[in-house]
Nanobody, 121 residues
């Protein structure tokens, strides 16, 4: 069974840094785009950053210049380097991947279980 497993969340002071990782497990035919989303209490889940299989990236305006998304296709892993963290970055961060698990199936979205990031002021 295919799973996405996040790690790297935690508590950090404003101005600090964290690096999130999301590793896939299970048999996968192809991974297309991968991304990070976040959901703060009382708010809708929002896109933070996304990276295509070709390496193109896009970011939410609120994190541009502070966060960097990258991927290691040899490890089927996506990363989110978060610098200059602010209290408003506090949220549960979810990994997302558009994947085909078999050559004969279509692609679909897979989600991780989420990891908490808390930034104190």
């Amino acid at each position: 069974q295919v799973q996405l497993v996040e790690s790297g969340g935690g508590l950090v002071q404003a101005g600090g840094s964290l690096r999130l990782s999301c590793a896939t497990s299970g048999s996968i035919f192809r991974i297309n785009a991968m991304g990070w989303y976040r959901q703060a209490p009382g708010k809708q889940r929002e896109l933070v950053a996304r990276i295509t299989s070709g390496g193109s990236t896009n970011y939410a305006d609120s994190v541009k210049g502070r966060f960097t998304i990258s991927r290691d296709d040899a490890k089927n892993t996506v990363y989110l380097q978060m610098n200059s963290l602010k209290p408003e970055d506090t949220a549960v961060y979810y990994c997302n991947a558009d994947m085909r698990v078999k050559y004969y199936t279509g692609s679909r979205d897979y989600w991780g279980q989420g990891t908490q990031v808390t930034v104190s002021s």
